[in-house]
Every structure is written in structure tokens, then in C-alpha cells.
Nanobody, 129 residues
Framework: QVQLVESGGGLVQAGGSLRVSCAASGRTFNTYTNTYTMGWFRQAPGKEREFVAAIMYSGYTSYADSVKGRFTISRDNAKNTVYLQMNSLDPEETAVYYC???????????????????WGQGAKVTVSS
């Protein structure tokens, strides 16, 4: 299994920025090193969990249309950490942000929950108006 721990959530004003981090660990992750795809999903109150962004071991990234140009996903393989920089946040983006790790290396799996094997507990992000 892969252990994922998010950090950096909190309260931010509308139009502001926030960066959440996800630290990965575990024997499985260490064995397959940077072959894992790392992704971010979010779930707002009363809504289903949705894809936000993902990054493959190669550095290839994918973003939901709603966050393109505002969010940036990156990873530091040496630190086994993935980041999500969120800019120009809107109150509608208040949600629990989940980090996920997947061994499925197919590009089409990046944006769906089924493409990931392990999940963090989530980081709460509240955007106030």
C-alpha cells in the first residue's frame, strides 16, 4: 500500500492562493518509485468527488478544464511529494482536496477515480467570499 498525507489546507479569501502538499510513503511506492501517477481530486459539500489535476512519473500533467491556467500540479520525486498550487480561488471551490496515487500508467486513467489505488484522508480548503 501507499500512505498519503496531505497538508496545507486551510482558510483563504476569494481570489487568493493556497498550496496543498501530499507526502507519499510505503514499501509499494518505494519499490515502484516514480512510476506512480499522482493526482488531486476534490469533493465539495453535497457534490461528488471530481478530478482536479494529475501528474505522471514522466512529468506529464492533466487538468480539469475548470482549473486550467489557475492551478499547477508538480512533484518532487526525491521527496516523494506532490504539490497543488491553487490561484485565484473561488468560494465554489471550497472542498476537501484528496491526494491519490495510482499504478495505472494509462493516460486515460489520470482523470478518473478508478485509476488510483490509494487515497489520503483529505485536506479541507475553505474559500471565503
Amino acid at each position: 500500500q501507499v500512505q498519503l498525507v496531505e497538508s496545507g489546507g486551510g482558510l483563504v479569501q476569494a481570489g487568493g492562493s493556497l498550496r496543498v502538499s501530499c507526502a507519499a510513503s510505503g514499501r509499494t511506492f518505494n519499490t515502484y518509485t516514480n512510476t506512480y501517477t499522482m493526482g488531486w481530486f476534490r469533493q465539495a459539500p453535497g457534490k461528488e468527488r471530481e478530478f482536479v489535476a494529475a501528474i505522471m512519473y514522466s512529468g506529464y500533467t492533466s487538468y480539469a478544464d475548470s482549473v486550467k491556467g489557475r492551478f499547477t500540479i508538480s512533484r518532487d520525486n526525491a521527496k516523494n511529494t506532490v504539490y497543488l498550487q491553487m490561484n485565484s480561488l473561488d468560494p465554489e471551490e471550497t472542498a476537501v482536496y484528496y491526494c491519490a496515487a495510482g499504478s495505472n500508467r494509462a493516460a486515460q486513467a489520470m482523470g478518473v477515480m478508478g485509476g488510483y489505488n490509494d487515497w489520503g484522508q483529505g485536506a479541507k480548503v475553505t474559500v471565503s467570499s
